[in-house]
Each structure stands twice: as structure tokens, then as C-alpha cells.
């Protein structure tokens, strides 16, 4: 790494990245986070019960649609032709756990894409249950890890540990 801001010209003006000599390579990026809810919000969910319908259905098509569309949403990101998009929901004791999984054949990473699918898919689990709990918490997003490109792969250090 060179510390050196790729998103910035010499003179500090925001830019997109010229990515057009990097070879195409097989990319991959997986993040998480989670959203604590209380009792009843998460038992609505469980049971499918919720006012609005079937929760993380709603939720992990959000999530694929918001990975989609990233370069949208985030301004300096490169538009990309997806090859997949893989957004898992999980309820547990205290709430959900989003998890996505995004790959490319590309000359660009997809983590913005796994963020931004997670990110979504737990707004959309907010919006779906607001009105069971509105003190719920969208906490921990974060890339867990990714795979391909110069920068090699890379995988973060579980946070439960030590």
C-alpha cells in the first residue's frame, strides 16, 4: 500500500480511478453487519408475522437490487456488470445477521457493492419492523473479506477474538 489517496488528482479534486489497463481478474468480496431488534420485532419476523410481509425476503432483495446499483449510490464507484450476488440472512437471539458475497470478473474490486448490499438489506429489515421497534441498532458493517486483484486477497481479523 502506498498511502496514497487513489480517489484525488495531484491538485485534491475528487476523480474516478482510471482502471482501463488493469487486466480483468475474478473478484470477490464478502461483509456483514447486523441489526439488533427486541423481543417482539424478532419473533414477528420468525413467525412471519410482520405487519408488511415476509421480512428478510423483502430484505435480501433489497440487498441484491441496492448491490446493483452502487455505482449510483456511491459516486466515485466504477458501474459493473455483476456476475453474482449472494445475500444470506440470518435471525438470531437478538436480531439479524446480513452477510453478502459479490463477484465480478473485472478490472475493479466489488467491496462497495458487498457493503452497500449489506447495508440495504439491514435498512430494508429496519423499515420492514419500525413499527414493532424503533430503537432497533444497525451495528458492525464491515468487509470480512476479499479475493483477486493487485492488492491480493485479504481477510479480517474475527472481532470476537482476543
Partial sequence: ???????????????????????????????????????????????????????????????????????????????????????DLALGEDGVTARAEVEVSGRTGVEMEALTAVSVALLAVYDMAKSLDRAMVIEGIRLVAKRGGASGDWTAADPRAG
Avoid at 26 to 35: P, Q, S
Avoid at 41 to 70: E, F, S
Wanted: charged fraction near 25%.
Fill in 1 to 87: 500500500m502506498t498511502g496514497r489517496l487513489t480517489h484525488l488528482d495531484e491538485a485534491g479534486a475528487a476523480r474516478m480511478v482510471d482502471v482501463g489497463a488493469k487486466a480483468e481478474t475474478r473478484r470477490l468480496a464478502a461483509a456483514e453487519g447486523r441489526i439488533r431488534m427486541n423481543d417482539a420485532a424478532r419473533a414477528a419476523i420468525a413467525a412471519g408475522a410482520a405487519a408488511k410481509g415476509d421480512v428478510l425476503a423483502v430484505a435480501r432483495v433489497a440487498g441484491i437490487m441496492a448491490a446493483k446499483r452502487t455505482a449510483e449510490l456511491v459516486p466515485l464507484c466504477h458501474p459493473l456488470l455483476l456476475d453474482a450476488v449472494r445475500l
